[in-house]
């Protein structure tokens, strides 16, 4: 007799960028809760999210990027692996229906270094998971989490990110941004992190943003930007700096994706009253 299946396959989707080819990965969900949301009052963030027809308590998607560009295979954050918080761990199966191994992967780019975004990098026994690749991330990232004083009540993110980051220790990158591979350009976004960082992807006359954490829940940000969570850093720079490229995306009617954005991820931004509105990337079934 045959199992009534209850779980997805391995989710991906590939959009081209000109010569650039960026694949997002779905590497699993957060369960979130409305008290972490600030700049709106729970019972309105709740009857806004029911009424677009997701009620109950908010689930945040996770999702990676494998980017091939001019031969390199780069990888953009690495999920929550085995990270007991998330429903994660699903990029390695991501990856190989991609068709890359871990080992194929020459560049893992982080964009800062919360444990939804680095949880895959290592083992649990403290090995790369990505052996041949040098690992890319802002400075500011660096020194707030790496080399700065570990901050009351968050002792467990510090050591998360020194525990996922040390097996790379001989083979990081640090930048500031910049180009940092052909046509793939780092954009530093503080305000979610110090360091926190995105991708300008251009090759030809295309162009899209990675914008990674700006939104967590893409519907109800996109209306009120100005609702923060619990882990923005600064909250003040991050609604700021969520503002500012929101007028810039939907003024420049330029794609983005990101790492909490509703799967594909891929989508365009309008203005829509007095927020915004995500148009998702039609499905294509070749690039």
């Not at 000109?18 to 957060?30: K, M, N, Q, S």
């Not at 930007?225 to 991050?238: N, R």
């Amino acid at each position: 007799m045959q199992t009534t299946p209850t779980k997805q396959t391995p989710s991906l989707y590939r959009h081209r960028v000109g010569d650039i080819v960026v694949t997002a990965i779905l590497d699993g969900t957060l369960q979130g809760a409305f008290s972490i949301l600030q700049g709106m009052p729970e019972e309105a963030m709740a009857g806004e999210m029911a009424a677009a027809f997701r009620p109950g308590q908010p689930v945040l998607s996770i999702s990676c990027y494998l980017i091939h560009a001019a031969g390199r295979v780069i990888l953009v954050d690495s999920g929550a692996g085995a990270n007991e918080m998330f429903d994660g761990g699903r990029l390695p199966a991501g990856l190989n229906a991609a068709g890359v191994s871990p080992d194929g992967v020459d560049t893992v780019v982080v964009t800062h270094l919360h444990p939804d975004h680095t949880g895959g990098l290592a083992t649990p026994d403290g090995r790369a998971v990505f052996r041949n690749a040098e690992l890319l991330l802002h400075e500011d990232e660096r020194r707030f989490w790496l080399d700065g004083p570990v901050r009351e009540g968050m002792e467990p993110y510090f050591a998360a990110a020194k525990a996922a980051t040390a097996p790379y220790a001989g083979a990081m990158r640090i930048v500031s941004g910049g180009e940092v591979a052909p046509g793939i350009s780092l954009v530093p976004l503080p305000g979610h992190t110090p360091g926190h960082s995105g991708l300008r992807i251009a090759s030809g006359s295309q162009q899209m943003l990675l914008w990674t954490d700006i939104v967590h829940l893409p519907l109800l940000q996109a209306r009120h930007p100005e609702v923060t969570i619990a882990f923005d850093f600064d909250p003040e720079q991050a609604r700021a700096q969520r503002r500012r490229l929101f007028d810039e995306v939907a003024t420049d009617r330029l794609l983005v994706a990101g790492t909490h954005m509703d799967f594909p991820t891929f989508a365009h931004l309008e203005r829509s009253g007095e927020g915004y509105a995500f148009v998702p990337q039609r499905w294509l079934p070749q690039l």
